[in-house]
């Protein structure tokens, strides 16, 4: 019998594939949707990552735990975390320093649960603009996968986002592959959807999209990151034709 092994944030910096065709998919959302939900990149070290951010507001954003480094159980605030916000439904766009990590009490590096942390940055500001978050995602139908990037971090250049709209639909290898998920399903959602990396220097394989949104009644909310992907020990990182990608819904932790 193949062990199964979790592929986290870090390792989608180096070389990994994963299925790339579904019926399901639809490309239906616009960037004019997605021009008013406010989006970002996380940056460490002057280094752009394929993590998703969930923005709170403009001045906190979520982040799975597993990207940022650690000494022991404790963050590193000596590595430079940076966010870039995208300019969105203001128009303009800003990038700050992390000031403050806080991840969450019971979060567990070996199996993933409660994966998330909270990044606070431009500190004394006033909060002037803030995120809907999607909740009750059994009301849901489709998902939206979005995929921002910069096409240059020294001068914030920001690329045109991949969006992907795909119904929600069971996938029973998630359950089989994941006893997390199997036991979280209103907290998670799962799929196989994967992108183009959008650089050689993230990847030379297709990535998991970093975020996903829910359309309901006109808006888009914003529901959740990518958290972990699982594969087989029989299958290499850039071929694997099924694995499937988790992420951990943001709702849950407002």
């Known amino acids: 019998m193949a062990r199964i092994w979790i592929i986290v ?5 180096l070389f990994l594939a994963v299925a790339s065709g579904n019926p399901r998919l639809s490309p239906r959302q616009s960037l004019q949707d997605l021009a008013k939900v ?16 969930g923005f709170i507001d403009n001045k906190a954003a979520f982040v799975s735990a597993d990207c940022l480094d650690y000494d022991g159980q404790t963050v590193k605030m000596s590595t430079n975390y940076e966010v870039y916000v995208d300019s969105a439904f203001t128009g303009s766009s800003e990038h ?8 969450h009490p019971s979060y567990n590096p070996q199996t993933r649960a409660n994966n998330i942390a909270i990044l606070e940055f431009n500190d004394n500001a006033n909060v002037s603009w803030y995120n809907y978050n999607a909740i009750a995602p059994s009301k849901w139908s489709t998902l939206v996968y ?4 910069l096409t240059d971090v020294s001068t914030a250049t920001w690329g045109t986002p991949k969006l992907l709209t795909k119904g929600i639909g069971a996938v029973s290898t998630c359950t089989d592959m994941s006893p997390l998920f199997s036991a979280n399903k209103n907290d998670m959602m799962c799929d196989q959807v994967v992108a183009d990396s959008p650089s050689d220097t993230l990847s030379q394989c297709k990535v998991p ?25 029989d ?17 849950n932790y407002i």
Do not use: E, H
């Open 9 to 13: 944030n870090a390792l989608w910096l």
């Open 235 to 251: 299958d290499s990182l850039c071929n694997d034709n099924s694995a499937p990608a988790y992420y951990t819904l943001l709702g």
């Open 96 to 103: 700050y320093s992390v000031t403050n990590v806080t991840v």
């Open 209 to 233: 999209y970093p975020a996903i949104y829910v359309m309901f009644n006109g808006i888009l909310y914003q529901a959740g990151i990518f958290n972990y992907a699982v594969i087989t020990d």
């Open 38 to 53: 406010k989006g970002g990149i996380f940056v460490k070290n002057g280094n752009q990552t394929t993590c998703g951010l």
């Open 146 to 149: 979005v995929q921002r990037y």
